[in-house]
Structure formats: structure tokens, C-alpha cells
Nanobody, 126 residues
Framework: QLQLVESGGGLVQPGGSLRLSCTGS????????MGWFRQAPGKEREAVSC????????NYVDSVKGRFTISRDNDKNTVYLQMNDLKPADTANYYC???????????????????WGQGTQVIVSS
């Protein structure tokens, strides 16, 4: 069974940092471009970042540029999202997703992704 499992969420104060992880179970993530998305309470899910299969290409939405960094360790079958200088507006459930169609690039379009994790909650509050 193919599964994506997110971890690393939690409660953090504004200005703090968290690192989210997304691990593949039952399949190799190095065959997929990966994306991070988030959904805040009462809002639609939105893109955060994406990374190509080998990690050579990454993209970020403007609201997280300079604060978040996406990376991957294909040997560990894991994708990361390092989040620094967190703001209350970053509060959301964060989801990772896998896309098998793109090879050397990645997309921040939700419809591009075929497999999704269950999410991990991030709360930024003092």
C-alpha cells in the first residue's frame, strides 16, 4: 500500500522554527516530484513548495520565500520542509504530495499530484 506519512508538526511561537518530514511507505519517493501544501482552518488548501525528483529544482509561493526550505534525502526516502521565522498566518495542516509525471521539474499546482499524505498540524501562536 502506497502511503505518505508527514511528521514534525506542533505548536511553536512566532519567529520559531519547525522541520516537517514526509516519508514514503511502500514506494520510492525518488521516482516522484514532491510538493508541500497547507490548509488553514476555513480556507482552501494552498501550495507551499515543491521539489523535483533529484532535488535540482524547487519552487516556493511568495508568502514563504526566504523563510521555508524544501529538501529531500532520497536515500532516506524522505522529503523535508524547514520552516523558519514562522508567523501566525502559517498555522495550518501541512500535507505532502507525490507526482510521478514530472521528471526534472515540479509543480505547485494541486491537480498535478496523485498521492497525498494525511497531514501534520502546525500551530504558530504565542
Amino acid at each position: 500500500q502506497l502511503q505518505l506519512v508527514e511528521s514534525g508538526g506542533g505548536l511553536v511561537q512566532p519567529g520559531g522554527s519547525l522541520r516537517l518530514s514526509c516519508t514514503g511507505s511502500g514506494f520510492r519517493l525518488d521516482s516522484y516530484a514532491m510538493g508541500w501544501f497547507r490548509q488553514a482552518p476555513g480556507k482552501e488548501r494552498e501550495a507551499v513548495s515543491c521539489i523535483s525528483r533529484r532535488g535540482s529544482t524547487s519552487n516556493y509561493v511568495d508568502s514563504v520565500k526566504g523563510r521555508f526550505t524544501i529538501s529531500r534525502d532520497n536515500d532516506k526516502n524522505t522529503v523535508y520542509l524547514q520552516m523558519n521565522d514562522l508567523k501566525p498566518a502559517d498555522t495550518a495542516n501541512y500535507y505532502c504530495a507525490a507526482d510521478w509525471r514530472l521528471f526534472s521539474s515540479c509543480s505547485v499546482s494541486e491537480g498535478q499530484y496523485e498521492f497525498w499524505g494525511q497531514g501534520t498540524q502546525v500551530i504558530v501562536s504565542s
